[in-house]
C-alpha cells in the first residue's frame, strides 16, 4: 500500500490517527481500486502485547493501519501530548461499513468464531442492508497450523470467493498470527482483526451499558460481562500501559528538551 496515513508512536507500536468516516472513505476506495490493505486493531492489550512480543509489534507496525479503537490509547497519546481522533469501535463502526458496502457493491467474509456464529452474524448485518453482499462465512475452530489441509481449506474457501472485505476474529493474538503467516496468500483487498466482532453483531454476547461506553469505561462493562476471561487484561493490563507511556514520556522530555515531538519524529 503506497498511501500513508498520520501516525503516532506509542510505546513503541504505531497507532494511525485516521478517524471514524475516515476508515470508512479508505476501506472504500481500496476495495475498489484493487489496493491491498491490512487493518488492526489498536487497544491496551494489543499495545502491551507489540510491548512484549516482537513477532507481535512487527505485524502491528507492518499494518498498514492500526485503528484507534480502546479509549485507553486516546488517553496515553494524551499524555505524550497528542491529539487523536475519538475511538472506533468496531461493533459500532461496522453498520456504517457495511452500508457502505453495501452501496458500493463491495463483498464481505466473516471468518471466526464459534461455528454458526458468523453466519447468523452475516444474516443480521443483511437483514439491515439487503443488498449487502456477502461472500462467505467460516468458523474459526480449524487447524491453524501453516500448510495443514484444514488451513489450505480456508484459505481456498476465501481465494474462490475473491471478498472485497475480510474480517478476522480469533481473538488476540491467534488472528494477527494467522494473517502474518496468511496475508500474502489472500485475495482479498481489505482485511480486519475484529476479535468478539462477529458475536456482538449476531448478539450472542451483549454490549456493556452504553453510558459506560460514552465515557470511556467500555473496559469496566466488559470486566463486570467476562469477569474470568478479562480481569488480568484490565486489572494488570491497564496500570502496565499507563505505566509504559509514562516512561515514553519521560524519556522525550529528555531527548527532546521538554517539548513534544512531531509524528514525523515519533512514528
Known amino acids: ?42 487497544n491496551v492489550f494489543s499495545f502491551n502485547l507489540a510491548y512484549e512480543k516482537p513477532w507481535f509489534r512487527e505485524f502491528m507496525n507492518g499494518a498498514d493501519i492500526v485503528r484507534l479503537e480502546g479509549d485507553g490509547l486516546r488517553w496515553g497519546a494524551r499524555i505524550l501530548g497528542y491529539q ?84 478476522v476474529g480469533f481473538g488476540m493474538p491467534l488472528q494477527e498470527r494467522w494473517l502474518s503467516e496468511n496475508w500474502p496468500r489472500l485475495d482479498v483487498n481489505v482485511a480486519f482483526t475484529c476479535g468478539a466482532l462477529f458475536d456482538y453483531v449476531s448478539g450472542d454476547l451483549r454490549r456493556s451499558p452504553k453510558w459506560l461506553n460514552d465515557h470511556g469505561l467500555e473496559w469496566l462493562g466488559r470486566l463486570i460481562i467476562e469477569p474470568r476471561r478479562l480481569w488480568r487484561r484490565y486489572l494488570i493490563g491497564n496500570p502496565l500501559f499507563l505505566w509504559r507511556v509514562l516512561k515514553q514520556r519521560l524519556r522525550q522530555g529528555l531527548t527532546h528538551g521538554g517539548r513534544v515531538p512531531h509524528d514525523s519524529e515519533s512514528a
Open 1 to 42: 500500500m503506497s498511501e500513508t496515513w498520520p501516525s503516532i508512536n506509542l510505546i513503541g507500536t504505531k497507532l494511525t490517527l485516521l478517524d471514524w468516516h475516515g476508515l470508512i472513505q479508505t476501506v472504500g476506495e481500496a476495495a475498489l481500486s484493487g489496493q491491498k490493505v491490512l487493518v488492526a486493531s489498536g
Open 84 to 167: 487523536t481522533p475519538r475511538r472506533i469501535v468496531f461493533a459500532d463502526w461496522v453498520w456504517d461499513l457495511a452500508e457502505m458496502a453495501a452501496a458500493q457493491g463491495l463483498s464481505l467474509f466473516l471468518l471466526g468464531s464459534r461455528p454458526g456464529v458468523a453466519e447468523k452474524a452475516a444474516a443480521r448485518l443483511r437483514e439491515r442492508f439487503p443488498n449487502l453482499r456477502i461472500a462467505g462465512a467460516h468458523h474459526g475452530y480449524f487447524d491453524k497450523t501453516p500448510g495443514s489441509a484444514e488451513n489450505e481449506g480456508v484459505i481456498q474457501k476465501i481465494n474462490s470467493a475473491r471478498p472485497n472485505i475480510l474480517f
